[in-house]
């Protein structure tokens, strides 16, 4: 999944890596989730975890840049696109090109998948 590289990539390369993860992510997101979720829209796991990813890493870069950051990041990313499953793998991208390090990307990402869980997963009793 994510791993550090010395030789710089192209936007490309980045989104086709990110959309790579995105793709993991979401196939753990629906594993973990079980089967008592509808999938047949095809977008649960992809708006899980875009959703999740915007809370996780608005909270690192709380923690780690200034408001501007947080503020251009829910501006670029705060909104639901028209295709749904660009949504995560732009996040994601957008992590690798901010120069994000390997662990961090790797923490917010293993927050992101718990978090989407927990939200798609339906209640006991339900």
């Known amino acids: 999944m994510i791993e550090e590289t010395d030789s710089p990539m192209s936007s490309d390369d ?3 890596a990110a959309a790579m ?3 993991t992510l979401q196939d753990r997101i629906l594993s973990a989730a079980g089967n008592s979720i509808d999938v047949s829209d095809g977008h649960v796991a992809a708006l899980a975890l875009a ?3 915007l809370a996780v890493v608005q909270e690192y870069l709380e923690r780690t840049s200034d408001e501007h950051d947080v503020e251009l990041f829910l501006e670029v990313n705060g909104r639901q696109p ?3 499953g ?3 793998v732009n996040i994601l991208t957008g992590l690798r090109l901010r120069r994000t390090s390997a ?3 790797r923490t917010i990402c293993e927050r992101a998948v718990q978090l989407a869980v927990r939200r798609i997963r ?3 009793g339900s």
């Open 82 to 84: 028209h295709d749904v």
């Open 14 to 16: 980045l989104y086709r």
């Open 21 to 23: 993860d995105a793709k």
């Open 86 to 88: 660009s949504w995560p």
């Open 122 to 124: 339906p209640l006991p």
């Open 103 to 105: 662990d961090d990307q």
């Open 51 to 53: 959703n999740a990813l």
